[in-house]
């Protein structure tokens, strides 16, 4: 189908000239084009004459496009007045943090809201262990719910793993959890549940 191909190559030249202010351009380039069916528009040897209105109401194809919001961590709404959770976040260094977060939020939203140095390589979907915490209080880490076994198939492969370990994006504070104390371990170990998928 060389008409359809070169009619498809030409549009944009003859589109730019009409819009130029061109309204029936001699196009000295162009030996013959045809329609998208198939028919001639011009074939008038190395002088063509392009009829613009017909051309115009050739149907062409036309792409669309599309885009998908981006994913946003470390997202945080402020806390309403009386409804403030406090977190304690003890990093790397040794440092502590101490914020007043919202019901809801969880540790890793809280940490990178707050430049903190904790990964979340996955994003937030229980996939890896980047986000490795451990708990202070062992009385405040049993009021937390049982991790379930997705995330404990992940805290197996996380760094100094200790019996209150907990994975940051798992960890949705709540009026029990406030005064929670965390400390971020020294490393962390990259590997992501895609890492033991069939080869």
């Known amino acids: 189908m060389v008409g359809r191909h070169c009619l498809r190559r030409s549009v944009p030249i003859i589109q730019a000239l009409y819009q130029g202010g061109i309204q029936a351009p001699t196009i000295r380039s162009f030996a013959t084009l045809h329609y998208l069916d198939g028919r001639k528009c011009i074939n008038h040897g190395n002088s063509s004459i392009i009829d613009m209105a017909r051309f115009q109401q050739t149907s062409l194809p036309t792409r669309h496009f599309s885009s998908t919001s981006i994913a946003a961590h470390g997202h945080l709404t402020p806390p309403k007045p009386g409804e403030e959770i406090r977190v304690t976040v003890i990093d790397k260094e040794g440092e502590e943090h101490t914020y007043e ?3 809801g939020d969880n540790l890793l939203d809280i940490a990178q809201a707050n430049d903190l140095d904790m990964e979340g390589a996955c994003g937030g979907s229980c996939a890896c262990s980047t986000c490795h915490i451990i708990v202070e209080d062992m009385d405040m880490y049993e009021r937390m719910p049982e991790p379930d076994d997705e995330e404990n198939d992940m805290l197996d492969l996380a760094f100094g793993l200790t019996e209150t370990s907990r994975l940051g994006c798992q960890v949705k504070m709540t009026p029990e959890l406030n005064g929670l104390r965390v400390k971020l371990p020294t490393m962390t170990r990259n590997l992501q549940q895609s890492d033991f998928g069939k080869k």
Do not use: D, F
Request: proline share 0%.
């Open 101 to 103: 977060v919202s019901k």
